[in-house]
């Protein structure tokens, strides 16, 4: 069955550390996005891919880094972690431009 | 902010009653979407409506769309206890590059 699989879960780290939030999918979809979305709060737009070899920044302002190396895998980093990471990150996938989402469980990162 | 912004921030009835969430956004669009989320979870896609629609349903949801008012309503008839959740709207903005951009969302609480 077609997936979006995000890993790990949950993740506490101390600050400073250096961290990869996996987000891979089986759907075929050229379009994949990470989000960052605090308790309660709305969606903030953080990077995206329209295909392979292709990332953007999104609307807010991350200090991570994003890659696609294949269209399956969009791996997020963050090179130093700090408490001010602490969120949940989404990941998405579309299959095409004004088309709807398709969302992962989420990553929820604590950092100490 | 472009974002649209759901009314109320929070709603809660009765099982059996209908609730309504509406969505506010200020420039023009090219779909609306409504997305549900569990508590923790990654969001799950309800129902996409185009700018030259009017009105969609899907089971016990219907969603409405006035352009000249900029706004969205999704209505969920006879609720149950499990449509429990946070609602979004989230729209694709003509000048964003088919980006959707989220609201807060709706905390809509549905007691047995």
């Known amino acids: 069955e077609a997936d979006i699989y995000q890993t790990p879960r949950y993740l506490v780290i101390g600050t400073g550390k250096k961290i990869t939030l996996e987000c891979s999918q089986t759907?075929?979809?050229?379009?994949m996005y990470w989000y960052q979305q605090d308790p309660g709060m709305e969606l903030h737009l953080i990077h995206y891919?329209?295909?392979?070899?292709?990332?953007e920044k999104g609307d807010l302002s991350s200090e991570s880094t994003v890659s696609r190396i294949r269209t399956e895998h969009f791996p997020l980093t963050l090179e130093s972690a700090r408490p001010s990471h602490t969120s949940q990150y989404l990941c998405?996938?579309?299959?095409?431009?004004?088309?709807?989402?398709?969302f992962g469980s989420g990553t929820q990162l604590s950092v100490l | 902010s472009q974002q649209g912004e759901e009314d109320p921030q929070a709603l809660s009835i009765q099982e059996g009653e209908n609730a309504t969430m509406n969505c506010s956004y200020k420039?023009?669009?090219?779909?609306l979407q409504w997305y549900r989320q569990n508590s923790g979870r990654g969001l799950v896609h309800l129902i996409l409506?185009?700018?030259?629609?009017r009105e969609k349903h899907s089971g016990r949801l219907r969603v409405t769309l006035d352009t000249s008012k900029k706004s969205s309503s999704l209505l969920i008839t006879a609720s149950r206890a499990a449509d429990t959740a946070s609602y979004f709207c989230?729209?694709?903005?003509?000048?964003?590059?088919?980006?959707?951009?989220f609201g807060e969302g709706t905390q809509l609480t549905v007691n047995p």
């Open positions: 409506i185009r700018s030259n629609e």
């Open positions: 998405a996938t579309a299959s095409g431009v004004n088309e709807k989402l398709f």
């Open positions: 891919s329209y295909g392979v070899n292709s990332t």
């Open positions: 759907m075929g979809h050229d379009k």
């Open positions: 420039t023009s669009i090219n779909n």
């Open positions: 989230a729209t694709d903005f003509r000048a964003s590059g088919s980006r959707l951009t």
